[in-house]
């Protein structure tokens, strides 16, 4: 009930109430042991009714109640009234934090400050929100204020109980959580900031009197009180200047720091809500906020985000750098640390929850508690939901998040600069499909009219401007709203306002940063270098200030507005100002720079820097590091790797390949090279499929390097690689000898054998030889089981076993191809790899199009095609176009199946293609095309001796010589004639 209304059983699966129910039950709960009449109930909870229509109701919830496990032993129904019962049947948050929170006052009267401390922090832990957020009943938010409060003065009284005791830590940590429950309440962060300035930590305890002057701002436009200014003025030893009156640099221009209005976007804020209010009645989706720097698009979505927040919604937020420094599922990943998503995770299955914590690791420790420990190895980690990440980028990802549940409430929204989307195909490509699923609303968002600029000025600058002055102001901002504000604040008098250029935008950022003082300007640039977000910890690795020098040179970049707080952390006001900063220092400067916040990294994460290996590569490679960089850019490929997204892995080891490429020649180099290119094999084949011309070249390479370098496993492993790329691409010979060269090195390197009997069974087959293939497919499914081949992206046990089922069929045994394929689909289904699932499911359905079993193809394309909408599968999902085009039939099966070929020959795809050929030809004859039906025959038979792929031959010329006779449908031989080994 706290945080988050949800009910659930003992098998962790949620229960569906209604939320009148779920309310009946807090109301009792929070009234424990005192019975409630039902004559009250009913009155309180339909107050609109008659009095006999609100009995109905209650008994009516009371029925559906009756049905939760515990509720008989809990809730105690005797004649006109209900009492909660404390069970162990039942567990509820509100009890449990009414019980902890009443043993903790007892403990503190005694008093024993170990017992008080042990129950004040269960309570504060069963604490998990406010009481069923998102009700406004009269009742309830009594009691939630009631709860809430109660829960603030158990952490005050936690955290001076933990001071007392030695603690810091922890005493910090309730003092937080306070703030937390309070954000408004300036006692929570004068506390705060006296515990960190006691500890030392000034910089903390600046950034905590910074959090509390922009919520205030925020929420209720006042600054702090003179009582915590005093305290601040103590800890700076300096009077704070109100950021609301202004600084004065030293060439006399007064800066203005008020908070610029939202003007000028009226039907914007209208489509906001508009959106807002469908995502509330259960229509999921997608919003972006698309234009140019500068022009609005993140104010506008905290506008929306502070309206969610109103409505009682859960809001998490996220912030993508456009600067490297960051791998594609990081937003998620931020997202999942975010308190509010935090309380919800118990609710989850467990595979979910594993995916969860291999996101974020730590994640698997007490939310909030201060801990090292670190995540799960990942081969402890279930591997069920692989595919979800290796075929999914992040927009795909949140397609498939927003379709998971048609009716959730669920809204994400975004900003998007106009010129990536625009230089970006797979970034167009993602939004096209979320756009073609009716799942995307976007907003453009376009610079202020003439009229808004102003308006916007005047609500910074506190008078009117005059039409002259307008039209210079819109002149050299351009109406972005960045642009504005700067100008606004820099230069208010009417006759500097003429010294704005509409060529130089950038020089009034410039302007704004060089009026700071020496420190300031030294710890913007350096945390300009960094590129994103900062913390006072790292700057003070990196800089030469000392401490008190650098806290005082951060509070001017915050009462300048150009850092502000984010969390525990500060960034600047907007990109363009990190720019300005970044730009303001020289080459030579930067160099130091970038080298400094290198070492302040790995100093600030010694012992697992790989949580940031991206940032280090970026800053020893600018650093002028390029040995450092390297090391580092392998380990941030091999982290983005770990999380599935291929596209940073890959894009770091290309940039791994750059670096070694400037190495000198020998062997050195080499081995460097061929670490980093077998690494990238297996994201390549995930993100580009078998076929990819830079898989190829990859594996081509690596071999060449194994050869040289005499390393044999390495060898084995990329000519694996090589069978599956040379096979798909149609080089059956080519596979067939390489999959042999790959079996005689895996009689030494035993690890590799059952992939490589894999590779010649199926080359085998393809060449026409079933017995054989027979042969391998066992040995590969015996010597393979229950792992999965990064090296050929499924399970070997899934994919021998459904490959081998066309083998026995084409030798004349029927009953042991079903046994094999149904014995693959078993394995695939119960394995939870859904990307093996789908190869047995394609492998099925064309062992039914040999048998002409129509009804079992139906059904094994229907849930190939829905796994591959679902995943996102690309060559898997051309199968189940071919072959739904076979059973439709007619023109439109016949649309379908050349669309799905010429699919497969775009992506060098050729494989099987005398067979696909063969099913064209098949609805083409029975349409009455016969001439075009021959054509396809004679192409798959050219095919099939262009790429020895023979294994379909007999029966692609015996539908040619049906024809040629002129015979109509070929009856027995038209769905799969059975022919004896060739």
């Known amino acids: 009930m706290l945080g988050e209304a949800r009910v659930s059983g003992a098998d962790t699966r949620s229960v569906s109430i209604s939320s009148r129910a779920i309310a009946l039950l807090a109301y009792l709960a929070l009234r424990a042991g005192s019975p ?35 509720f008989a032993s809990t809730v105690a129904v005797q004649g006109g009234s209900l009492t909660w019962i404390d069970s162990p049947a039942c567990r509820v948050d509100i009890r449990i934090f009414q019980l902890e929170r009443d043993a903790a006052l007892a403990a503190k009267t005694d008093p024993d400050t170990t017992a008080f401390l042990r129950h004040a922090e269960s309570a504060i832990t069963a604490y998990g929100g406010d009481l069923i957020p998102g009700s406004y009943d009269d009742w309830i938010l009594e009691s939630r204020e009631f709860l809430r409060r109660d829960c603030v003065r158990l952490c005050d009284a936690a955290a001076r109980g933990w001071w007392d005791a030695d603690d810091a830590e922890r005493a910090i940590y309730y003092a937080r959580k306070r703030i937390e429950l309070e954000p408004l309440e300036e006692s929570g962060y004068r506390a705060l900031m006296r515990m ?106 905290e506008e929306l985000a502070e309206t969610a927040r109103r409505e009682g919604a859960v809001v998490a937020t ?53 801990s090292d420990a670190p995540g799960p190895p990942l081969a402890d980690v279930s591997r069920a939901m692989v595919d979800v990440w290796q075929r999914h980028r992040f927009f795909e990802g949140v397609a498939f998040l927003l379709t998971l549940e048609p009716r959730a409430r669920v809204l994400v929204a975004a900003t998007a600069r106009t010129e990536e989307v625009e230089l970006r195909p797979e970034l167009r490509e993602s939004l096209g499909g979320l756009r073609a699923a ?19 000025a005047q609500s910074l600058g506190g008078r009117v401007l005059a039409r002259p002055e307008q039209a210079v102001l819109y002149a050299a901002t351009g109406g972005y709203p960045i642009y504005v504000v ?119 994460h010694a012992g697992h820097t790989d949580d940031v290996a991206t940032q280090l590569a970026e800053q020893y490679l600018r650093g002028g590091h390029p040995d450092r960089a390297l090391d ?114 895996a009689a030494v390197h035993d690890e590799f054998a059952g992939q490589a009997h894999f590779a010649v069974a199926g080359s085998a087959l393809s060449l026409g030889q079933p017995q054989a293939a027979i042969k391998h497919f066992d040995l590969a499914g015996g010597l393979f089981k229950d792992e999965f ?118 992506q060098q795809a050729l494989a099987r293609m005398p067979y696909w050929l063969y099913l064209l030809a098949d609805v083409l004859r029975d349409t009455g095309q016969v001439e075009p039906a021959c054509a396809a025959l004679d192409s798959a038979l050219i095919t099939a001796e262009q790429h020895d792929d023979r294994w379909w031959l007999p029966q692609v010329v015996a539908l040619r010589t049906t024809l040629d006779h002129g015979v109509g449908r070929a009856g027995d031989n038209a769905n799969g004639s059975r022919t004896p080994e060739s």
């Not at 009716?438 to 916007?456: D, Y």
Request: some cysteine.
């Open 36 to 70: 409630q009449p039902r004559t009250h109930l009913a009155a309180l909870f339909w107050p609109d009714s008659s009095e006999q229509q609100a009995r109905t109701n209650l008994r009516r919830e009371l029925h559906n109640l009756r049905a939760l496990p515990g």
């Open 196 to 301: 960190e300035a006691e500890t030392g930590d000034r910089a903390a305890a600046m950034t905590a009197y910074h959090r509390c002057e922009a919520a205030l701002e925020h929420e209720l436009g006042v600054p702090p009180d003179a009582t915590t200014n005093r305290m601040f003025e103590d800890l700076l030893g300096k009077r704070p200047t109100t950021r609301d009156v202004g600084f004065v640099p030293a060439c006399g221009a007064t800066v203005r720091t008020e908070a610029a209005a939202l003007v000028g976007r009226e039907s914007e804020i209208e489509a906001l809500q508009r959106r807002w209010r469908d995502t509330a009645e259960g229509r999921p989706g997608m919003l972006v906020v698309s234009g140019e720097r500068g022009v609005g698009k993140t104010r506008l979505l």
């Open 789 to 906: 081949s990064f090296i050929l992206g499924t399970r070997l046990e899934v994919h021998s076993g459904a490959w081998a089922s066309h083998a026995h069929w084409l030798i004349g045994d029927e009953d042991r191809a079903l046994t094999s394929c149904a014995d693959a689909l078993g394995l695939g289904r119960a394995n939870g790899h859904p990307y093996s699932l789908a190869v047995a499911l394609g492998y099925a359905a064309m062992l039914h199009q040999f048998r002409g079993d129509r009804g079992a193809v139906a059904a094994a394309v229907g849930e190939l095609r829905d796994l591959c909408d679902q995943y996102r599968f690309a060559y898997y999902a051309e199968w189940s176009a071919i072959l739904g085009g076979w059973l439709t039939g007619g023109e439109t099966g016949i649309a379908q199946i050349r669309s799905a070929l010429a699919t497969l020959r775009a």
């Open 486 to 604: 700067e100008a606004a604040r820099i230069l208010p008098d009417p006759e500097a306002s003429g010294c704005l250029r509409a060529d130089d935008l950038t020089e009034v950022l410039q302007r704004r940063i060089g009026q700071c003082s020496d420190a300031a300007r030294e710890v913007s640039g350096l945390a300009a270098a960094l590129g994103r977000d900062f913390d006072l910890d790292l700057l003070c690795e990196a800089s030469d200030l000392e401490v008190d020098r650098l806290v005082r040179a951060v509070d001017e970049l915050w009462r300048r507005r150009i850092v502000q707080p984010h969390g525990r952390r500060y960034d600047f006001v907007h990109d363009a100002l990190r720019e300005a900063a970044y730009g303001s220092v020289g080459p030579a400067r930067r160099w130091l720079l970038h080298r400094r916040l290198a070492q302040g990294l790995e100093l600030l």
């Open 318 to 370: 996220t912030r993508c750098f456009g600067l490297p420094g960051r791998v594609a599922l990081a937003p998620v990943a931020e997202w999942l640390r975010s308190p509010s998503l935090q309380v919800t995770f118990g609710s989850l299955d467990p595979l979910w929850h594993r995916e969860i914590t291999r996101l974020v690791p730590r994640l698997g420790t007490p939310a909030g508690r201060p």
């Open 632 to 745: 580092y850019f392998e380990r941030a490929a091999a982290t983005a790797a770990s999380v599935f997204a291929h596209t940073d892995a890959l894009r770091h080891y290309r940039t791994c390949l750059d670096l070694i490429y400037n190495l000198p020649g020998g062997t050195n180099r080499d081995g460097r090279e061929i670490a980093v290119r077998q690494a990238m094999s297996a994201p390549l084949t995930a993100r580009y499929g078998y076929s990819a011309p830079e898989l190829q070249t990859t594996l081509d390479r690596t071999t060449e390097l194994a050869q040289r370098l005499h390393r044999p496993k390495a060898l084995v492993a990329s000519l694996i690689g090589l069978f599956a790329a040379h096979f798909v691409q149609g080089h059956t010979a080519q596979a067939y000898r390489i999959g042999h060269q790959a079996l005689a090195l």
């Open 438 to 456: 009716a799942l995307l609303t976007e907003i453009p968002l376009h610079p202020l009219s003439v009229r808004g600029t102003a308006m916007l």
